[in-house]
C-alpha cells in the first residue's frame, strides 16, 4: 500500500536520510523505532511533503506522491499526527476536529468520534490548549480517523503520557488495526512498540539497519534495547 | 478642565482609533496567514482615498458607492500584487517579502504623486452626514460618529466571520500552523491570495473613511504606517482582537496625552508600545511564543 524507496533527507549539508526503504501492506501496522535522532520524525515529515530537502520514492497504491504538495498527500488518504500533537490553541476542540477535510470513505461521522472518546464530547466547546496531553494525542489521532484517511502515520504518540494512558493507546491502535487501518508509527518506546506492531524496521543514523517481524523482536527484545540505548 | 472638551477629545481618540482599529486589523490578517509584514498597506490606504477621490472626480460617483467600489478595486489590486510579486518570495526569508513591500510602497507614492502633486485635494462630506449631531455637552460632528460606529461594525463583521464560520477557522488555523495545515489537507496556498486582497480593501476602506476628513494626498499613508505598526506590536503580532483592542486604546490614549500637549499625542503610541514590549513582548492579545 505505501511504499517507500531510496529516501534520502538533507538538513543544510548534513545528511539525515541515507536510501531508506521500507512497506506498509494493507491493514498492517509498522513501527520505525530508533533512538533519537536516528530520523524518525524526518522519515514522516518527508512522507507528508513537509521536509523538502530530499530525494527517494513514495507511492500510495501505486501513485507517485513525491511532485504532490502536503495537503494532496493528506487528500490522497495520509493521516498525520504530529510529535507535539498538533493541537490548535485558537480552535475549540470541535473546531480541531472539523478543520481537515472528509477524504476516504472510511471517515467517522462525528457523534462516531464522540462516541469513541467521550471526553472530547466533553470538552468540545474548550481550547484546543485546554486539554491534558493524553487528551490532545486521542484529539489528534480522533481528528486523522475523521478525516478518513488510510495510513495514520502517528510520531511518536506515547511520549509524555502516563503508563495508564498509553495502555489507553495501544487499545486504541489495537482496535484501529482490527478495522483494517494501516498505521505507521515511529516509536522510541519498544515496549509498546512490540505489543501492537506487525513488522519493525530498526532505524539507526538515518538508515534501516534490520527488520524484523513481531516474534523476533520479543526473542531479541534486550539487544535490541541495548540498541535503542534505553 | 471642561467636560465637554474633555468628551470631544475622547471622541476625537476613538475616530483616531478607528483607523488605527481597520488599518492594524487588515495588517493582523496578513500577517498572521502569510508571514508578510505588508509595508504597503499605508500606501493602499492612500490609493482607497485615491480612488474614491477619482470616482467622484471622473465619474461623478459619490461617497456612499465608493465606500463599497473603492475597496473592491484596490483590493483586487491587492490580490494582482500578491500572485504576481509577493508569490515568488514566499520560499525566501521574510526579509525579502518586507523589501519588496517597502519598495511597492514608494513605487506607488511616487507615482501617485507624479500625477496629482504633493498638493492634498479635498474631498467633500457626504450630504447627509455634513451637520453635527447634539450629544448632550456638546455637539460633534455627524461623519466622525459615522466612522467610529461603522469601522466598529466592520471589525465586529471581520471577528463574526474569523470566529464563528468555517472561512475564519482556515484562517485561524493557518495563522497558528501553516504547516500543519497543509498536512492536513488544507491548500493553504489558494486562500492566500483572498487574505491579502481582504486585508488590503480594509486598508483602502479605511483611506475612503479618511478622505472627507483629511486631504486626499500621496503621502497621507506614510504618515499613519508608522504608528499602525506600533499599534499591531501593542495589540500582539497577528493577533486580530488585539489588533482592534490596541487600534481603539492606542486612539483614546494619544488624545487624552493631547490635552496636556498636542505635540506628544504620536509619542504616546510609541511609549505605550516600548511599554508593552517591556512588560509583555508578545503584545496585549499575543501568545508567549510567538514573541
Known sequence: ??????????????????????????????????????????????????????????????????????????????????????????????????????????????????????????????????????????????????????????????????????????????????????????????????????????????????????????????????HLGV | MDLGYLSVLLFNGLVNGAFYALLSLGLAIIFGVMRVVNFAHGAFYMLGAFAAYLLLQQAGIPFWPALLIAPLAVGLGGAVCERLLLRRLYTLDPLYSFLLTFGLTIFIQDAMRLRFGIQGQPYPLPGELASSVSLGLVSYPAYRLFVIAFSLAVCVAVWYVIERTRLGMVVRAATERTELTRALGIDVDRWITGVFAFGIALAALAGVLAAPMRNVSPLMGSELIILTFAVVVIGGLGSIAGAVAAGFLAGLLASVGAIFDPAIENVIVFALMAVILLVRPAGLFGSQEAA
Not at chain 1, 83 to 90: E, M, V
Not at chain 1, 193 to 213: N, S
Open chain 1, 1 to 226: 500500500m505505501l511504499e517507500v524507496r531510496g529516501l534520502s533527507a538533507w538538513y543544510g549539508q548534513a545528511q539525515a536520510l541515507r536510501d531508506v526503504g521500507f512497506d506498509v501492506r494493507e491493514g498492517e501496522l509498522i513501527t520505525l523505532v530508533g533512538r533519537n535522532g536516528a530520523g524518525k520524525s524526518t522519515t514522516l515529515r518527508c512522507l507528508m511533503g513537509l521536509h523538502r530537502h530530499m530525494e527517494g520514492r513514495v507511492t500510495l497504491d501505486g501513485r507517485d506522491l513525491a511532485a504532490l504538495p502536503p495537503h494532496k498527500r493528506a487528500r490522497a488518504g495520509l493521516g498525520y499526527v504530529p510529535d507535539d500533537r498538533g493541537i490548535y490553541a485558537s480552535l475549540t476542540v470541535e473546531e480541531n476536529l472539523l478543520l481537515p477535510p472528509q477524504i476516504g470513505p472510511t471517515r467517522w461521522p462525528l457523534d462516531r468520534v464522540y462516541r469513541a472518546f467521550p471526553v472530547l464530547r466533553e470538552r468540545r466547546a474548550h481550547s484546543g490548549a485546554k486539554l491534558s496531553g493524553g487528551e490532545q494525542q486521542a484529539l489528534s489521532i480522533a481528528r486523522a480517523l475523521r478525516m478518513g484517511a488510510r495510513v495514520l502515520l502517528l510520531d511518536e504518540p506515547t511520549e509524555g503520557l502516563a503508563p495508564v494512558l498509553v495502555r489507553q493507546l495501544r487499545e486504541m491502535l489495537l482496535d484501529a488495526k482490527r478495522e483494517g487501518l494501516t498505521m505507521l508509527l515511529v516509536e522510541q518506546n519498544l515496549r509498546f512498540a512490540t505489543a501492537v506492531a506487525d513488522r519493525h524496521y530498526l532505524l539507526a543514523q538515518g538508515t534501516i539497519v534490520e527488520t524484523l517481524d513481531a516474534t523476533e523482536i520479543v526473542a531479541r527484545e534486550s539487544e535490541l534495547l541495548r
